[in-house]
């Protein structure tokens, strides 16, 4: 057993190394002064994601299982928390957006002693198997944040007015679009949930059987193109595609298109990370709503999948460009269960009023996706790298 | 066939007189101002109730099928309209809560009229299935206006500090809980949805196959004994049992109990319909939030049920005092389409963000109740008769 | 001495009839559902009006001074109290616009209850001189409610989609404006503030000297034809006439033209009392804020005058049929104290923020006007009948 | 005639040289990230301070009167515009606190740039007194917004949990308070407004006589002892000495004390730009709103002086220490006109809802003082070096 342990912590030791650097690895073309910024409530600036994740191996590794391990700075604990219900009374609030302090040269020093200590505890340690879960915790959730960062970056970058590129030789976002075509699934009892070895969320716990009708879904994610017939017939002025709620949506933020497109001189122009470029027909279409996924396929006739649905299916298309809308909402699986202590916080608190999306996005690390994964967020927001495909009954 | 008809339009016209008085009989003992306020956005002043469910018969019913029909009052429809998305540009932007016109008297003027010409139009006329189904829905709209009728009064009354009774011989809300048990379904394929005869709404149809895995059900109704347990073992000041957003919100509304409770002199009291008496212990607790059911749930370590759990073990405890929050999200049953025209905007439109009540409550009409019936509201709303049923896996 | 004051209580006596008649007489023509709305945060609901001002009476006349004076409702005080302040923890919040209770009837009962004590109380008393200024003031407190009944029915009614008429014999505001020319004063010290017999409030106390540059100020009012070529040429659109707070005021509320101002047809109609009418050119503008008073001052190069210019030129024109803006904020004068107890809450606390208007309105009470009259509202209200007079150096 | 003129532009272009390496000596010890965030809307970023005095001398002087001069980058002209009534139609809405580029580099090249032509320019060139008159403004505006700077920085940082230090070699703000003597002033005629030579705003300008009586104005400022005399004897929870709008603030802004001051274990402690540390009870007292102020002395019985007042005794006291509030609404003075143009919106669009203050703070420029200055703020605003001087009559 013990040997088995120690070459699972060589690997994880390594594993380590290479998902933290990948982390700084993001940020390799940011100036400074973009590091500090959150234009809006969803955002989190950069620093405070590197900060935030490497409070996580402080908090829950080295502080409770190295000994003599020395706090950084017992500040940080404060400043990097995201459960903030645990602290305690305090002078003042923090407030994410407005941090000058600590310095992004202070939280790159943390990242290092942080990571210096965690080297070494991995590579000496005899790590009993909860340790080795915690730290492949911690290391999924750096990889969720470094699809933060990206989509965070662009967000900062994208609502700058000088459309600054994020990198030269970087790829434009999304794929051509297959040949479209339908897949059927016949009706019957099937299993989803994850099983196997390897990283899972809690969320995606319980696998369980649901019944399915047959359906059929398309091999394809809808395209630019297809979204812009959506516009020109005036899908964004024809209540009856939307929700109410989503409607109620359109009016109030003056919504026309997906977010970074513009009309400039009567062409779309889109902010991808190289900078403003010309939209490409043939791309999936990318940032765009729950509620703008839905009243497009309300406008088809068509809808969009349940989560269960596109998991049975999943093997039958490629998937991994955009986060695809689901109609299920995002709820507990059957016995779900969530885990004790502060790492127990991770899901189930979000169990209400956000729907699932499914696949993954081109900002999504490698290695970081399954098809059992289930990804939520609220449905007006956008600033992910989201997509839609449709489904007929 | 004409004479199939004609006989049921006898019964629909008795049932059509039966349903519109009891919709008066409601409000009985209001005084004029009682019709007039609207304290909070969900709530709709009674008058605007009046109109309302008056102005369908007349919009769906009277004008394109009785011929000669002169509506009562053509500025009614702006102003009892409530599909407000189809109405053109005005010169002033209508607000339920802040018009004193038309009056009361001038409502219940417009009911007479439009009573008048349906009784005439309903015994006379050789009546379509099509229409006889639009009479029904508008029957059915009316009662569940009775309940908002109800619950609107006891909001408006329950919020002035005079604390007015609305009847004397007012029957205090609830039924003492039956003993406690638990009953067990076993693990299936079962079929959910409304199916036989009679009137059900758009959302219950698509009678379907779900597969249910084994579990309890509680007999009977969380009693406000069992809920100020809750309270008194600090249930509102432990995040841990609560949805982030639910924490949010008992924060931000300075939530400590339940609607319609006040603590006065140590002790808890409860504005019913007769005004502020002491709560009774065994009654079933009443005006919580989903996330309010949701913590109590957590903190007891059960779990609420879902809607296909609870319509499949329905058959097994009495149920109709509460309306019971189910841990399922608002969406379309499968195949679930929306019919045309305006009529089509009825439930759909409403799928997102929402979560399932199962039941019905002591507000809700007589002959108004089915076990396949799906209300529905916002996790945070409370002013409708809202209770707890739990479950074990 | 004690004749005298007998005869005063006499004229008093009268007086207090008078007065409180009239309160209701201009409500003679409302319906009760009128009565009890609150379409906006500055008006309130009629009742409210009848009730705060019965208060007053009630409260510091009949309890202290009334032996054995038995008060009509307990519950009252915390109704119609203004002073929020000095009320303890209650269970439940008042909120003006959705108070159903005390009805209307109800309301006139207090009324009736208490101007029969207050009648019996005058006619029989020896007051002392303090107690018959109370009196007094209580009276002036009404005259200034009766204003602001007339200015919120008007905005009740004003925002009601049928646009009723308040009453068919009304006759239209306002009066066609004299020709225009120009009065000079000389520059020099000036006396300005209350002096003399008869009522009058703290903030017109401490008559003061006031160095005067020489002045002109114009004989008659801007004209709703004057204030349409603002209009036309472009005066809501052209920021540079305008305060930085008062652009944003057009730009967030939107704001095109003077309150109750509606262009149907191409046509400027305007709701009087009367109902919805075509704007007379010749009537003096009205309904504008501060804001739009001084954009069309600096329009037309000219300027608005200063509360002490307005006082000492005010022989020489005629005034009354507007409130009007001027350019000096309602800070105290020289020596100002406030009252001691909760009648000194009377005006001090209003001195920031706001602006003075003077002169007095079609609304205005007769004899309820005089020269050194200091009016005061936010700088963006305009449900009060407001007007425009220009000055040039 | 000429040669005047190039003297004076010898000493204007050290002046200029001087001013502008001010503004940077005041950042010399700012992080980058210090430069970018913007924690309330009264704040502005650092780097939007240095860019934007940067660009009036751009857009005023080297764009017009530079011959062949080549903007640095036409995009700041709508970066660094405070004027954005003028701006067009833009792709995107600037938003200061979220603008992470142009970098902290980028607007310190801006600065250079333009210095260096600003310096050739100055040096070269026949200038007309217009043309050094519009120099003299961007240099008092260069000034002004150095004040900014230092409560802008002190605002940032001190609203950082961390509290970090600004300068170890700081002195500490504030003057030991000199012993209190009260000045007369006797009743009469006096001169109030700008005359003289060099510089000064437009809204000092008309010097103009105004009457005033007789009172007698402190030698001192409040102290911070005083002040606490005031919080401790109940001041904050008394609303009788209070403004009504102020009383509102109070309560829904919770506040308790002067800004940056925070009671920890029981003593209070004072964030100044050294760090968090003791406050020092004969400092005058710092950082209150124009409410507090008055509500201070409402509890003394006395009250502030008007600005009149304050200007014709202010020979009789030092000043320098703290913006001192006085009981004048910012209003324009007898015969103000605004300039033309652009330059022409500087302070007349600001006249309305603000309060003057008089004299100037520890955080002021050097040689930017003179007792005819109006500084101006709204009644709320406390990030200024504000303090209290009192009047008897």
Chains 1, 2, 3, 4 share one sequence.
Not at 170 to 175: C, D, L
Not at 261 to 283: C, P, R
Not at 299 to 321: H, I, M, N, Q
Request: net charge negative; glycine share 8%.
């Amino acid at each position: 057993m013990e040997e088995t342990m120690v070459k699972a912590d060589k690997d994880l030791s390594a594993r380590f190394a290479a998902i933290r650097q990948h982390t700084e690895f993001i940020c390799r073309s940011l100036k400074t002064e973009d590091y500090v910024v959150q234009p809006c409530a969803d955002v989190s600036p950069p620093k405070w994601h590197l900060g935030h994740t490497t409070w996580f191996f402080e908090t829950f590794i080295l502080k409770p299982f190295l000994p003599g391990y020395k706090v950084y700075d017992s500040q940080y604990d404060f400043v990097f928390n995201s459960y903030y219900e645990t602290v305690g009374a305090r002078v003042i609030r923090t407030d994410r957006g407005n941090l000058s302090r600590p310095t992004v040269e202070d939280v790159f020093a943390y990242r290092k002693y942080v990571d210096e200590h965690m080297g070494r505890f991995l590579e000496n340690g005899d790590l009993s198997l909860d340790l080795i879960e915690t730290v492949d915790l911690g290391l999924n959730h750096e990889q969720q944040h470094q699809e933060l960062l990206m989509t965070d970056i662009k967000y900062i970058l994208g609502h700058n007015p000088l459309f600054p590129s994020y990198a030269t030789e970087y790829v434009p976002t999304g794929q051509k679009s297959t040949a479209s075509a339908f897949h059927q699934v016949v009706a019957g009892n099937y299993q989803i949930g994850f099983e196997g070895e390897g990283f899972s969320f809690d969320n995606e716990h319980g696998r369980h059987q649901v019944w399915i009708d047959e359906f059929k879904i398309s091999t394809s994610l809808v395209t630019n193109r297809e979204y812009l017939e959506f516009i020109n017939s005036g899908g964004y002025q024809n209540f009856s595609y939307w929700h109410a709620e989503g409607w109620d949506w359109v009016k109030r933020e003056h919504v026309e298109a997906p977010l970074y497109w513009h009309l400039v001189d009567g062409k779309w122009m889109n902010y991808d990370l190289g900078g403003l470029t010309e939209t490409i027909a043939e791309n999936p279409v990318c940032h765009i709503s729950f509620y703008e996924a839905t009243a497009f396929a309300n406008w088809k006739g068509l809808r969009l999948p349940t989560e269960a649905e596109w998991e049975v299916a999943s093997a039958a298309f490629d998937w991994g460009s955009r986060w695809e809308w689901t109609n299920s909402a995002y709820l507990p699986y059957p016995g779900f269960k969530k885990a004790d202590g502060a790492i127990g916080e991770y899901n189930g608190k979000f169990m209400v009023s956000q729907m699932v999306l499914r696949g993954a996005s081109v900002a999504t690390p490698q290695r970081h996706s399954r098809k059992t994964y289930r990804n939520f967020f609220h449905p007006h927001l956008r600033w992910q790298f989201t997509g839609i495909r449709l489904v007929v009954d």
